[in-house]
């Protein structure tokens, strides 16, 4: 994995659809509000839902291709 092993999902208003497909990590994580703190790979710092981000796949290696 990465240093920023999420990507931000979210892009259903203006502020979000800039944020839209960039990689992130999770600072804080909240339990109570299903919220979290965000950084982006540029230093942004954004507070978003949990639901926003996803882990972000790694590219499938052809078959007999070291790992």
């Known amino acids: 994995m990465g240093r920023y092993p999420y ?17 992130c990590r999770v600072l804080i994580r909240s339990r109570r509000f299903n919220s979290c703190l965000v950084e982006f790979e540029d230093g942004t ?6 639901n926003a981000i996803r882990r972000h796949e790694r590219p499938s290696l052809p078959p007999g291709a070291l790992a």
């Open 45 to 50: 710092l954004v507070v978003s839902s949990r």
């Open 7 to 23: 990507v931000y999902v979210w892009g259903n208003n203006p502020a979000r659809a800039a944020l839209r497909g960039r990689r």
